[in-house]
């Protein structure tokens, strides 16, 4: 076979395992928009007798999705504001200021690297009994916000800033705190995209944590734990629970397609995101 | 680890300690004390509600005489030698075949990536649906065979795959975006210089291109392991750990024993266990790398 054929042919392969692979989704999204009773056929078909968009309106309106989507967003955003802020903070500490023992600390943070969240569920939930946070906002924001991670992300890209910048900008008279808002920030954007995007996906993405901690599903329910909620009680409406999906998948995915480049970037720099 | 400029200045220190202090706090309250807490129930008798009694090694010995927790010991070992190879294999032969060269390259990445980003409810769910009788499978199969599938998610013998199936669907577009990366950046006179030098495909394959992604190949095994051992949302979701406990894992056991049956002590000794178990085979990993990752291309 001609070099040139087989190219081809090795391509069309290739979109027609890309097709394979994307037909759960496929099957979501046309299940969300099929009839009830038609959910289930042999053979299974892409489109029911009518597109049923009134699926949409249902999901939102049989349990309280709309709040699950709204409390998904605002913890998802406070979380990642949280997450930036600290971290870009500390990471400016351990790469640009001259402090005693600042190895030995950071050195310390990074071990906290090594440990597994199956470790720290069950005391973390004895420590919101004792502050008072289940069941709560602010225990679905903070247990999870200061990890050493994004420190150590920023920290590798403030090293690479060159201290003259710096030194000008203090011998010009600039405080420690001007100099980090207005040149360390503003330089380190790139990063701290990569951090952001990834940051949001996890907290909106989150399960167990919620599964966990929130009681009141109805109020304070994320997405995910919603959608389980969802799917417990409505195992039947196949139809409603795939809409609720296609909705629950709908931030993340457009984030994916407007950010590849940040996100792709992140993988191969340094292990992000995954799980 | 050289870092510019060792010698403390003066005035920095106070600024240092405001910068790092939402860091250093919230870390020392959310990991730290959590950590030492959890190492301290481990040898408590340590009920949700009521008294705590020290329990000593009492906890592990519970542990290893329970045949349910055995059993999730065996499923998680089971679940990680099958869903780690077939990551690794299937995310490395993508991102080969998707060749750094080809047209469309970039989107084909985007949608092999894209169920790492959905939710992983909404994957389970759909992928319940697709395992279901008179789902998707079973559909498609009545309608061309006349034979009915089997019941993937209740079937012993079938739902431990199902569950990897699953798992290795969701999980492998990390690991090929990781490996695509790595290809991405072997320089192109070396491919030219072994393909002027006559070596076909499969020897440039395993003399070239593998030994010069080896250190993301190993840094893909290294995280998908730790992962691996860890799963938790799939079998959660999936088969609740079912049918029986075929496919309840590890992590299931210690959120079983910690917010079902509310026994704290034996959940933290449980997660230490898991813990150690993880510990272990990444220390096998680094000592094996010499003899198959090289660091200087």
């Known amino acids: ?275 | 680890m050289p870092i510019s400029g060792t010698r403390p200045r003066r005035g920095e220190g106070r600024a240092a300690a405001f910068f790092a202090a939402p860091s250093l706090l919230g870390l020392t309250l959310f990991t730290l004390f959590p950590v030492v807490m959890s190492l301290v129930m481990a040898f408590y008798h340590w009920p949700a509600v009521g008294a705590r009694t020290f329990a000593g090694l009492g906890n592990l010995s519970t542990l290893f005489e329970d045949a349910v927790f055995r059993r999730t010991l065996l499923n998680t070992l089971l679940f990680v030698v099958l869903y780690l190879p077939l990551n690794l294999v299937v995310s490395l032969g993508l991102a080969v075949w998707i060749s750094p060269r080809m047209k469309g390259r970039r989107a084909l990445r985007v949608v092999f990536f894209l169920p790492v980003v959905v939710p992983m409810v909404a994957n389970a769910i759909v992928w319940r649906l697709i395992y279901q009788p008179g789902g998707l499978i079973d559909g498609t199969l009545h309608a061309a065979t006349g034979v009915h599938a089997p019941n993937f998610l209740g079937e012993r013998g079938w739902a431990m795959f199902a569950v990897v199936a699953m798992s290795v669907w969701q999980g492998f577009g990390y690991n090929m975006l990781v490996f695509s990366a790595a290809l991405d950046a072997i320089p192109e006179h070396i491919v030219e210089a072994a393909q002027l030098d006559g070596a076909g495909p499969v020897r440039q394959l395993f003399r070239i291109t593998l030994p010069m992604i080896s250190p993301s190949m190993f840094f893909a095994t290294t995280m998908t392991l730790i992962t691996s051992f860890q799963v938790f949302t799939q079998p959660f979701l999936l088969t609740g750990g079912g049918p029986g406990v075929d496919t309840e894992t590890l992590m299931m056991f210690v959120y079983n024993q910690g917010f079902s049956v509310f026994e704290f002590g034996t959940a933290s000794a449980a997660a230490w266990i898991l813990f150690v178990l993880i510990l272990g085979v990444t220390a096998v990993q680094f000592a094996g790398q010499r003899r198959w990752v090289t660091y200087d291309a």
């Open chain 1, 1 to 275: 076979m001609p070099s040139r054929w087989r190219v081809v042919v090795s391509h069309a392969a290739l979109y027609l395992v890309a097709a394979v692979f994307v037909a759960p989704l496929v099957y979501m999204l046309a299940t969300s928009l099929k009839p009830a009773a038609e959910v289930f056929g042999s053979p299974p078909r892409l489109f029911g007798s009518e597109l049923r968009w009134a699926n949409y309106r249902e999901a939102f309106t049989f349990l309280p999705f709309g709040r699950f989507v709204l409390n998904g967003i605002v913890v998802a955003t406070i979380g990642t504001l949280v997450v930036l802020l600290a971290s870009s903070m500390s990471a400016y500490a351990f790469a640009k200021l001259r402090w005693r023992g600042r190895d030995g600390v950071f050195l310390v943070f990074l071990a906290t690297l090594m440990i597994p969240q199956e470790i720290l569920v069950v005391p973390m939930f004895t420590l919101m009994r004792w502050l008072g946070w289940v069941d709560s906002y602010q225990a679905l924001i903070f247990p999870w916000a200061f990890t050493a991670f994004g420190t150590f992300l920023l920290r590798q890209y403030f090293r690479t800033i060159p201290d003259e910048i710096n030194d000008s900008a203090r011998i010009d008279g600039a405080g420690l705190v001007r100099v980090f808002t207005h040149i360390m920030l503003p330089l380190a954007r790139p990063a701290l995209a990569v951090l952001a995007v990834f940051t949001f996906i996890n907290y909106w993405n989150s399960f167990l944590w919620p599964l966990i901690i929130i009681n009141s599903v109805d109020q304070k329910a994320t997405v995910p734990l919603g959608l389980q909620l969802f799917f417990g009680q409505q195992g039947t409406q196949w139809n409603l629970v795939m809409a609720a999906s296609v909705i629950s998948m709908a931030p993340t995915t457009l984030l994916l397609l407007v950010l590849q480049k940040h996100l792709i970037r992140g993988i191969a720099t340094g292990g992000l995101g995954g799980r």
